[in-house]
């Protein structure tokens, strides 16, 4: 075994929270290092004290047999260390060439300008080397997300990096993309290249990866071999008990149309239209699950549904009644439940206390308030039944809402809107960030408002997801519903080709 880089005995302590504790790992020359963990198991400090962002309290990293410092991320790159981020850090305006050398240029001449010769040359030598084609002359804005993440591949390489780490590369990924990805992991690595490779997809890891390290509350559960590991046992590593990886459900009851879309158009910040004559359905106890890369209009179609975002044009109704123009109040009053897609932008309001938060739709009715005056009584009783009822894990209903965790943050979301009666449930990314636990969770509370007779749109990014859970599965491309599949006509292959623009 030919060790590249070792982190040994690394703890790192924050204000309250100990991230990592006593965490060692060992990364071999050529091999792909798969590193688990649920949110707040420690992977993103650990990876951050690797690259020079942190200093560990305490343990060392060792770098090819020496023990190394990082000061600041220079010297972990100077150190052969590259990272990737899920969200890309590109220039949009800038081409390939330009994108991959910013901060490494080679100059020229007495004055120093960039030799951007020698930088696409040395750029099409690493594509051909390590199989990424890319474009050297191509515009960032114009590529495909799983093209521009080759991009950021090609950054770290151009940087000479030899130990790549890859931070949950598959987010934003086709089906198709991913095992495109998974085929250039493997190329870096027989080349000589050590991957760590950052997931919580537990079959990816399972596929690529040649030894497995699972993190809980900031220690090493164990390593292990894919070989001798399942997702089943995986999950159970990571958050400590048994997990149901499928959803239980039976058949939906279908009653009539809840919410009704015909020629709807949204535009978007920019003034562009973002989703293009929409036509989609949803009835009364079904899961329309809609797929796509991020990016597509699933933000903004979302949004007009929930009164965030004007209809450019066409009809939305709900239960009959038209909604467009109606505000997020009157959408909410009229039996709609909301779970964002960014939870820390519009799903609660940090500084308020985990009871503020669960009332937040609710405080202007009564009993809950009588003309301007709250009654805390009503609100604190409220909030702490639906705290016992959604397993909230929290010190009290008075507590910050911003010091819980990822997934108790969303619970306090569900909860607050599946409290009431409603006829409709809009879900954007319902599970984004959350450990296979509370996933379990929140699908379960999902499926129980479907069987309850409520109409549910899940809008998701993950495919597993969409496939577990939607009854019916609208495939958006570039603002449009480009294909909807019955759930038994659904397979990874057909939803993914369609997610790249393919037809069905």
Known sequence: MSLRLELREITKQFPGVLANDHVSIQVERGKVLGLLGENGAGKSTLMNILSGIYRPDSGSIVVDGEVRVFKDPAEAIAAGIGMVHQHFMLVSVFDVVESVALGAETSRGLLGTFDRSAARTKILELSKRYGLSVDPDAKIESLPVGVRQRVEILKALYRQSDVLVLDEPSAVLTPQETEELFDIIR????????????????????????????????????????????????????????????????????????????????????????????????????????AGVQGNGQTELVEAITGLRPVDSGVMTLNGKNIVGATPRQIADAGVAHIPEDRSRDGMIKGMTVAENLMLNSYHRAPFSSGVTLNRAAINSTAEKIVKDFDVRTPSIHTDIASLSGGNQQKVIVGREFSRSVALVVAAQPTRGLDVGSIEYIHKRIVEQRDAGAAVLIVSTELDEVLALGDRIAVMFEGRIVGVLDAKDATRERVGLLMGGSAA
């Open 187 to 290: 190329g870096l690595a027989k080349a000589g290249t050590s991957v760590i490779f950052i997931t919580h997809k537990l079959h990816e890891v399972l596929e690529v990866a040649d030894t497995i390290t699972v993190l809980r509350r900031g220690k090493v559960v164990d390593t292990v071999k894919p070989k001798d590991a399942d997702p089943k046992r995986l999950a159970e590593m990571m958050v400590g008990r048994e997990v149901q990886l499928t959803v239980d459900r039976g058949s939906a009851k279908v009653g009539s149309v809840a919410l009704s879309l015909e020629k709807v158009d949204v535009l978007n910040s920019a003034g562009e239209i973002a989703v293009s004559s929409v036509d989609l359905e949803i009835r009364a106890g079904e899961i329309v699950a809609v």
